[in-house]
């Protein structure tokens, strides 16, 4: 059984996510999956989160797939896009406090042909897996309306399950969107990738201003054409934990929010470090990528009992086995089957 069939059928088992005890009915409305070490490990469904309305990122709905000629928000030079690439995808202007001036940041042109293929939101800004990303995109621009979400820090579980993709993919469109500065940070510092992701060099980074050989200004990247700024990982190094949760990342960050309206960080695994629960509590939200037939249920369950949990977002299920080919849509790449239902839980 697919996970999302097993999403479905658990949703319709319990709808209201009600349990019974003692014969009486109750709602539990908690975002944490209950702790039971004698059924942690035959967990077969998924865990409640997953179905709660509180933690859906968003649904297809949000984002049209229509294209017109306008050029707004187009990833690259010379292609076109429909308006939801850019500003007005579903949204409605914020207001936003004055933010200190961009300093004249270093510049690095983009090309298509140099990045990560993953990265649609550059390589395939017409596909329906980049209107998978604007949906991502729309439903952080609706939640920052109605609670202070700045800084966002993206994680997985373990190892290749996404959450690089999906950093930088939400970052990108984020940089599109009209009046909105975005800034990306590699904080996964034992093995900095986004700059191999994105095909560019840099010689410094976070480690090497965390060390104090240099400052924040002289290390932050203006990529073109989006105008994304990045913040790279520098030299890999394995004192991480300590030097995460240390003043002078905390000085990093807030020098950061002050020049921009989102921060994204694209975090360590966390099942394998506590990098990213430090910096899961500095934070104002995050998001969790798990992988469809690698991440396991009682992992993610271990997981989420260790974060706070006013600070989720919401789980983001990547590489479902439902997979779309070139004869639905004309892109045979991966990812999970676009419906006209909510589908991203």
Same mark, same amino acid.
């Given at each position: ?24 009915? @109750?709602?539990? !409305?908690?975002?944490?999956?209950? /702790? !039971? ?12 989160? /997953?179905?709660?309305?509180?933690f859906r990122i968003g649904t297809p ?16 030079? !010379? ?25 004249e940041f270093a510049r690095w042109e ?11 939101? $550059? ?5 329906? +897996? ?15 309306? @109605? ?17 690089? $993709?999906?950093?930088?993919? *939400?970052?990108? *469109? ?16 034992r093995m900095p990738s986004l700059t191999?992701?994105?095909? $560019? ?59 921009? #309206? +989102? ?6 695994? *966390?099942?394998?470090?506590? !990098? ?10 995050? $998001? ?12 993610? #369950? ?44």
């Amino acid at each position: 059984m697919s996970i999302l069939k097993a999403l479905e059928k658990r949703k319709t088992e319990n709808p209201g996510g009600e349990s019974r005890n003692g014969g009486e009915t @109750r709602v539990d !409305d908690r975002n944490v999956v209950p /702790f !039971d070490k004698n059924t942690r490990a035959r967990r077969s469904t998924p865990p409640r989160v /997953f179905v709660e309305e509180d933690f859906r990122i968003g649904t297809p709905r949000s984002a049209s797939s229509e294209q017109s000629d306008s050029t707004i928000g187009t990833a690259l030079p !010379d292609l076109k896009t429909s308006n939801t690439a850019g500003a007005t995808l579903d949204t409605v202007g914020s207001p936003r406090s004055v933010r200190k001036p961009l300093p004249e940041f270093a510049r690095w042109e983009v090309e298509a042909e140099r990045v990560e293929p993953r990265l649609v939101s $550059i390589t395939q800004p017409h596909s329906t +897996y980049c209107e998978e990303y604007r949906t991502l995109r729309t439903h952080v621009l609706h939640k920052s309306q @109605r609670r202070k979400l700045q800084s966002i820090v993206v994680g997985s579980v373990n190892p290749a399950e996404g959450k690089t $993709i999906t950093s930088l993919n *939400l970052a990108w *469109l984020l940089a599109q969107t009209d009046g909105v500065k975005a800034l990306i940070i590699d904080s996964d510092l034992r093995m900095p990738s986004l700059t191999d992701y994105l095909g $560019i060099e840099t010689d410094k980074g976070l480690s090497d201003i965390l060390s104090g050989t240099c400052s924040v200004e002289e290390t932050i990247v203006r990529l073109e054409p989006s105008g994304l700024h990045l913040l790279p990982g520098g030299e890999a190094r394995n004192d991480v934990a300590e030097l995460l949760s240390g003043p002078r990342f905390q000085e990093i960050l807030r020098e950061a929010r002050e020049m921009f #309206d +989102y921060v994204i960080i694209d975090a360590p695994p *966390l099942g394998v470090f506590t !990098d990213a629960t430090v910096l899961i509590n500095q934070a104002d939200g995050a $998001i969790l990528v798990v992988r469809a037939g690698r991440t396991k249920y009682s992992a993610v #369950d271990r997981i989420l009992e260790t974060l706070p949990s006013d600070r989720m977002l919401g789980v983001i299920l990547n590489q479902s086995e439902e997979v779309l080919n070139e004869s639905t849509y004309g892109y045979g790449y991966y990812g999970k089957r676009y419906k006209r239902e909510e589908s991203i839980e």
